[in-house]
């Protein structure tokens, strides 16, 4: 599965609003929510 770059405000920003102060609906999303946490346990700082 590729995923493509998204927003981290996912649908709750319908009109794009840059000052935008909602939720960050993107870990909501099981295909994102899955990459990011796969990335979080993964990564080497």
Not at 19 to 44: E, M, R, T, W
Request: aromatic residues 12%.
């Amino acid at each position: 599965m590729q995923l493509i770059n998204a927003r981290a405000e996912g649908d709750k920003n319908p009109e794009n609003n840059p000052d935008f102060k909602g939720s960050k609906a993107i870990f909501l999303k099981p295909a994102y929510s899955k990459a990011i946490v796969y990335q979080a346990l993964h990564c080497n700082f």
